[in-house]
């Protein structure tokens, strides 16, 4: 994975609550066995007619939409279906994080697997930020994610959470699984104190 | 285990969590050992190619199941696959399964079925358990009073290699039913009240412990429906003590304990319910006595009124997030604000999913049906949710009910959940469904979804509009 610092650039507005995986990436994407070349149909339904032309209102079919990095959405982003397809349409389009005032909790973790940042703000930051977008659609942010900061364009600095755990992840592009494999002598241990509850081979 | 956990009461997450801790570093999350992981062909693919890139195995393959759901098509198995990539990626997860040593239920196989309908069947779903799969639906397993959650295809590689999970520990919320539900009124018009009431997103970061009189005169079945749709609250996952109708569901089947194995195991699991004194975080309750069948109109699963209530007029509605949420809802429906959807025509009417495909969703949908007729015009699908419950239903005639009265009778699988297959529906189309996802486009690009049990889609089907169940009588 790669590590994740700071990140500055254009920030594109998606004003709707609830954004389902459904919406980020139809399910009849996900006959694919790679993670590759999702971006192109990422909000696929929301984005092109049904005859494949693109819906010109539509935020990512606008001019300077490729490019942007930070995703900025309604309340509840993220939520349904468990699909990882839905990060890495996201990454491959080219985001690299989604500003939102909540995270499904699946996504969230899908997110941050994939080097894609989840910065949680409150209503009234979200709703300032709707309102940048609007009068100006080349606004920029920082992000800085060592100090867990988001600075708008007139200097003014707003903090977002992240845990302790995943931020190391991110800032280093340190993969979970290289973690989980230093705990053999842990899994182990465990696994000697509690003998498999089923065994799926037989019966 | 840490001296503080000996006395405290403890409620049953908190049982299972401890339970299951491999081990904790300090401002780390927790290394969660998972007991039984499922595994289906559509968010598998990318996690058996990580182990192939890093040269891991599958550390636990006996505590590992797969089978083939999604993307399967319902039609008789003897007629060719279709969609090319469909097939394709099934048969990714039969190779997959066999280089990595995983039993696998697959496409001839008389146990194959949808993942959280076979997992319970077969009895690898047990109490106490930790139940991972790549499917936020996982959290149908809950309704054992297992631990059981939906995770991406990189926690599907984690488990994989490692049988492990790193976590940080959920807040609890507990959701009592009080009362008892009405005739007509099913587990499915319950959970779709209770995401009514709390919203979408209104369980994110929490685990529901559903508890009450209402949930303990549950079937096991219909503790599932609640505990299956928790997700669309936002919910990690959903769970229900485990008693007496519990045990009974799981005795004598294939994977269940025997002997004296079956005997240590009820001794445990019978400890397994919250201790007196032990609360969730947050409290949630709901009167089943006030019940009435709930149908959804919108494009999230929190979008329900009872199924005698007018749709909401967004402008009646004080919160403009939600306002405008409801208002791109109806456009998207092409549902006029204030009217009721009672009358409302049908084009399709599917019965099944994780949610409602068992045995008495598809008994309760032929009680309704038998000796009617589906409405010229409807197209019904009846897709039990596993190869089992086929023919435990054809055993006892119910294929006969549906197929005399017009509607289809399907191989098992996923279908028009997630219209993956080839089952979906037509742009435009409106379908009553017992799945659980409304969102747009899900059963078909274009298609729009009203969510209710199997019995009001039942009477849709029968009436070729939205129909209270309650107005049909029960033909003998």
Known sequence: MEPFTTLTGRLLALPVDNVDTDQIIPARFLKTTSKAGLGQDLFADWRYHPDGSPRPDFPLNQP?????????????FGCGSSREHAPWALADFGFRAVISTSFADIFRNNALKNGLLPVVVDAQTQQQLFSLAQEDPAVRLVIDLASQTLVLPDGRRVSFPIDGFSKVCLLEGMDELGYLLKQEAFIAGYEQRHPPRVDTRIG | ????????????????????????????????YVDLHLVHEVTSPQAFQGLRQRGLKVRRPGQTVATLDHSIPTTPPELPIQDELAARQMAQLESNCREFGIPLHGMHDPTRGIVHVIGPELGLTQPGMTIVCGDSHTSTHGAFGALAFGIGTSEVEHVLASQCLLQRKPQTCEVR???????????????????????????????FEYTGPAIRALSMEERMTICNMSIEAGARAGLIAPDDTTFSYLAGRPHAPHGAVWEASLLVWRRLPGDPGAACDRLVTLDADRLEPMITYGTNPGMGIPITAPVP?????????????????????????????????????????????????????????????????????????????????????????????????????????????????????????????NFEGRQGPGGRTFLASPLTAAAAALTGAVTDPRTLEVRS
Not at chain 2, 177 to 201: F, N, Y
Not at chain 2, 376 to 386: H, N
């Open chain 2, 177 to 207: 039913v009080e009362g008892r539900l009405a005739p007509g009124v099913s587990a499915k018009d319950v959970i779709l009240a209770l995401i009514t009431q709390i919203g979408a997103g209104g369980g994110t970061g929490t685990v």
């Open chain 1, 64 to 76: 300077g939409a490729q490019g942007a990095p930070i995703l900025l959405a309604g309340d509840n």
């Open chain 2, 313 to 437: 007029d967004p402008d009646a509605i004080p919160d403009p997030g939600q306002r405008q949420a409801v208002r791109k809802a109806l456009a998207y429906m092409a549902l006029a604000p204030g009217r009721p959807l009672l009358g409302h025509p049908v084009d399709v009417v599917f019965i099944g999913s994780c949610t409602n495909g068992r045995l008495s969703d598809l008994r309760q949908a032929a009680r309704l049906m038998q000796g009617r007729t589906v409405k010229a015009g409807v197209r019904v699908l009846v897709v039990p949710g596993s190869q089992q419950i086929k023919r435990q239903a054809e055993a006892e005639g119910l294929h006969r009910i549906f197929q005399a009265a017009g509607a289809e009778w399907r191989e098992a699988g996923c279908s028009m959940c997630i219209a993956m297959n080839g089952d979906q529906l037509q742009p435009g189309q409106y379908a009553v469904s017992t799945s659980n996802r």
């Open chain 2, 1 to 32: 285990m840490k001296d503080d956990l000996v006395n405290r009461p403890r409620t049953l997450f908190e049982k299972i969590w401890d339970d299951h801790v491999v081990t904790e570093e300090p401002g780390s999350p927790a290394v969660l």
